[in-house]
């Protein structure tokens, strides 16, 4: 059988260990009527050979497209060493470090991705990884919440990617906390604080500030963070990793710094692979480490003080806890970190800002490109990072076929999460577009509206 | 040394980045870094080098036996990894368009459809990341059930005092009171502690079977008939699923709701702790209120079903459709087993368990449940031999790493003093199983011969024992250059 290495002599000699006369005996605790009859959806098993060609077929099916769609998802290049080394079977293969003396290669990489972590956002502390960055906001406000004592309220922009706003709504709502959406600027696609008294008059946990945005435009983070810290809430940054090697980190906005940041860690080394595994990142001031939900590695050292890695702080954490746990989470995406770890290493600061303003140029380029097409321009008047949301003359989803059809996916339609701003496609070039990609998306697009 | 300890200002990786440096354009200053973060510069060698030699301090099922209790640490096959990986798989957007992602769909239906068999249930939803957020998306269903029936008084989760940590913990984030109930003598659930807990407040009891002591729950029936008479929902912790893989479905015990950890029993890597991915199953009823989206298949193409179709759905609990890449390796895995591969896991992993509890027993150790058969994993308990020499489950645990083992489960369940919780996975062969014993004999004669060295374990691992509560009183969480 596959993966089972028992010879028939050996299944007969553990038997007679054991007292037992067939492996059925072993089940005699199990009531008969249990027992389930033979699986019928399951099909006979493949050999390696046979399952490699299915599974190639199903890939040719998926086919490769040139990939112009970000919203909340980026392809970067990723180099060959990052998954070369990430998927050895020593990190591929291992569990949680709980031994930590057999673990030391985990715990450290983990401690280096924290340290990593807490300087790209500015902030003191790192966890060493949550599921998504959908989850971690969830989390994150979770945290805000526990962390004021008195209002369960939290701000959130629309201006915030619409599916996280979802998970978050479906997290937090267990524990009766309030999710208030706020409105974004119609021209500048921005969250405007000068718009915010209404809501500020009632006491909030913490606000939500997304930089870049969902639509691509970077908000006002400075004026938010102080208006957030005036009201006596926490200030929660969602931000995109890559975008930080060259944008203000949370940590140094306004005049104290966001508390918490979190985000969507798989611009750092991570396939698109239809959406997952992924890795949420989750940064924060030092005065909230006790309530920060995850694990934590910390810096010690051994009996003979040699410098260690352990699991800490986990007096935080479920399985000493229980059902006074900050969280209910068990596992970080280590393999997703690893692999993060090994990008933002190869990469370094410069690498990394490198492909952030080449993303941001592309993007730029793309759109002043398109808009010289007739009836494309703009919807937002603010700066842009890497992605920006356009307006096309004719319904979206015709563009989008016609230019599948030529190999180009060309963007995400705003219709389902913004009906609001008409025919609209958010469109994203990374560094992984040349010139030529972007003029002949440009081309397409002219043939597609003609 | 850590990585950055070998980085030298301006090193850089020529070939993995732009060559030449964008301007950005229109940004206002403020909102541009003054400081270039703390990364390390260092060469593509360096790195290599540098994560290949902490890759080799790590302990890994590819490397050394691994008899980790409730966390079937069974071989993570090659071709799994490999053929998630082909190029066109990586390469897909997740907000791809559904006709550009009919294999990758395929693939999912399918599994949906195995899994549906395999646990009995009516639907399956493939979206949750991990076992724990599994639980909550189970949970969160019982809530959506009672709710929509008008049933507002259920506000209490029952769980057994052996459950995992996860347990009450998902209960309480769900907003719901836990009720512990109480383990009898051989393992099983209390019953007249369950009968005595349940009512009209009761929403739901969260259980594992086999329970955590690894022991199968006798009673599991009439305790489905207790529960659903009070109007209650059972919910199935699929942890120890592997155990009755083949052999039991969980859907005939009487479950309503339950989670299946496909980094344990559907063997996709554990990672260094992540990511998992954790499908829900459920019973008829709970259809309406299943996590979107779901894969469909209508007309010889496969679709997304999400809110629009299931207006009573508990939603999302992740951007995309949860970790979609493990869901791949473990839809590999079950097309290599095969359905005789399928029902022989069980099998194997349970005679693998009672093999080596046996083998433990005859070298001289104590059993907590010596009259029960192993389901695929049993504990055993150092209680006699503490009182005795002072030496501890956890001295022994570090001694066994000493000796190229990973350790058992320590000091879980709580129930069970100074306990291992073994399990061997049905993939070990009887040598290993074997040799394994004789290790653990080695180590129960230094126990006697010289208490004091088994005590100050591990030897001969890269570092001796570390110092948990200098790491927890002095918090050093990230590094910081030291001042020149």
Known sequence: ????????????????????????????????????????????????????RLMMERAEKDGIYHNFIGAGAYEHHIPAAVWQIATRGEFYSSYTPYQAEASQGTLQLLYEYQTMMASLTGMDISNASMYD??????????????????????????????????????????????????????????????????????????????QPNFFGVLEQVDALTDWAHAKNALAIGVVNPIALAMLTPPGEWGSKGADIAVGEGQPLGIPLSSGGPYFGFMACKKL???????????????????????????????????????SNICTNQGLMVTAATIFMSLLGPEGLRRIAAHSHANTLALVEQLETLTGVKRVFSGPL???????????????????????????????????????????????????????????QLKQALS | MLIFEHSRPGRRNYSQSPATSAKTKNIPQNLLRKTPPLLPEVSEMDTVRHYTRLSQLNFSIDTEFYPLGSCTMKYNPRACNSLAMLPQFLARHPLAPEDTGQGYLACMYDLQEILKDVTGMAGVS?????????????????????????????????????????????????????????????????????????????AGLMLTNPSTLGVFEKNVSEMSRIVHQAGGLLYYDGANLNALLGKVKPGDMGFDVIHINLHKTFSTPHGGGGPGSAPVGVAERLLPFMPVPI?????????????????????RLSAHMGNAGVLLRAYIYVRLLGTDGMHRVAEFATLNANYLMAALREAGFELAYPTRRASHEFIVTLKAIKEKTGVTAMNLAKRLLDKGYHAPTTYFPTLVPEC???????????ETLDAFVSAMKEILAEIEAQPDMVKGAPHLMPLRKLDDVKAARELDLVWKPQPK
């Open chain 1, 1 to 52: 059988m596959p993966f089972i290495p028992h010879t028939e002599e050996d299944v007969a000699t553990m038997l007679s260990r054991i007292g037992a006369k067939t492996i059925e005996e072993l089940f005699d605790e199990i009531p008969i009527d249990l027992k389930c009859g033979r699986l019928e959806k399951v099909p006979p098993g493949l050999s390696e050979m046979e399952i490699t």
């Open chain 1, 133 to 210: 960055g959908a989850s971690a906001l969830a989390e994150a406000a979770l945290m805000a919440v526990r962390s004021h004592k008195t209002s369960r309220r939290i701000l959130i922009p629309k201006t915030v990617h619409p599916v996280y706003r979802r998970v978050v709504r479906a997290i937090v709502s267990n524990q009766h906390i309030d999710l208030v959406e706020l409105p974004y600027c119609e021209q500048s696609g921005q969250t405007l604080p000068e718009s915010l008294e209404e809501y500020g008059k009632e006491d909030f946990a913490a606000l939500v500030i997304p």
């Open chain 1, 288 to 326: 909230l480490v006790r309530q920060i939900p995850g694990r934590i590695i910390g810096r010690t050292i051994d009996l003979d003080n040699k410098p260690g890695f352990v699991l800490t702080l986990q007096a935080r954490e479920q399985h000493i806890r229980r059902s006074k746990a900050t």
């Open chain 1, 385 to 443: 990072f890497h992605e920006a949301a356009v307006t096309l003359p004719v319904p979206t989803q015709d563009v989008l076929q016609t230019m599948k059809q030529q190999k180009i996916l060309a963007g995400l339609d705003l219709q389902e999460h913004y009906p609001e701003i008409g025919n609209a496609l958010l469109v994203c070039a990374t560094e992984t577009k040349t010139s030529t990609d972007i003029q002949n998306y440009t081309q």
């Open chain 2, 126 to 202: 493939l979206t949750p990341m991990a076992g724990a957020q599994g639980e909550l998306i189970g949970v969160m269903m019982i809530r959506a059930y009672h709710e929509s029936r008008g049933d507002k008084e259920r506000t209490e989760i029952i769980v057994p005092d052996a459950a995992h940590g996860t347990n009450p913990a998902t209960a309480v984030m769900c907003g719901f009171k836990v009720v512990e109930i109480a383990t009898d003598k051989e393992g099983n659930v209390d019953m007249a502690a369950l009968k005595a807990a349940v009512g009209p407040q009761t």
């Open chain 2, 295 to 315: 894969v469909g298949y209508e007309k010889g193409k496969y679709r997304w079903i999400t809110e629009k179709e299931k207006p009573q759905s508990i939603g």
């Open chain 2, 420 to 430: 291992l919780l073994i399990e061997p996975a049905e993939t070990e062969s009887k």
